[in-house]
């Protein structure tokens, strides 16, 4: 139990830490936030990206969020995909409330996504409200807070500059 308590205030921690350290009182773009993210993550703790997804994974099962990637699962994701007007190999994984993770079988060994969506659960925790702004913001988050601690949670190169290019199109479009 203190071991739960400890990773979901680390977790908690992490979220807020671009606005408490000023990313958002500097009035910069989410765009520039994400740009600054990666420009000052630390890079003097590299993991790899099997040790990422054995500590993704130790995570998720310390703070019990269970990871399903069955047929359910596919079929929920094809669903979910279809009401989101997008093709289905285009979502890879979801979250269902504070405890559960919805990923492709393609996708279950995906460190980056399996860490975005662990952190949408600790989002959901703190009571994420549902609307197209908070979701909007939710997304914004956790890429800013996964380009921080890119090194840490083993995320490649050109997965960093997805997440950048993601929080372009987001700003872009002004809105997820």
């Known amino acids: 139990m203190k071991k739960r308590l400890g990773l979901t205030l680390f977790l908690t921690f992490a979220l807020s830490l671009f606005s408490v350290f000023g990313h958002a009182d500097k009035g910069l773009s989410n765009v520039e936030m994400a740009l600054q993210a990666n420009a000052t993550a630390d890079s003097s703790i590299q993991v790899s990206r099997e040790q990422a997804l054995k500590d993704v994974l130790r995570e998720a099962d310390e703070l019990e969020v269970e ?27 979801a979250t269902l409330g504070s405890d559960l993770i919805m990923v492709r079988k393609l996708h279950l060994n995906n460190p980056r996504i399996l860490r975005e969506e662990l952190l949408h659960t600790q989002q959901q925790k703190k009571g994420i409200s549902i609307s197209s702004a908070s979701v909007t913001n939710a997304e914004i988050e956790v890429r800013i807070v996964m380009l921080q601690n890119r090194y840490k949670w083993g995320i490649t190169e050109a997965e960093a500059q997805e997440m950048i290019e993601d929080v372009r199109l987001i700003e872009k479009r002004g809105g997820y």
């Open 67 to 93: 990871i399903r990637s069955d047929q359910e699962a596919e079929e929920y994701l094809d669903y979910a995909a279809r009401m989101s007007g997008i093709k289905a190999h285009q979502m890879h994984a």
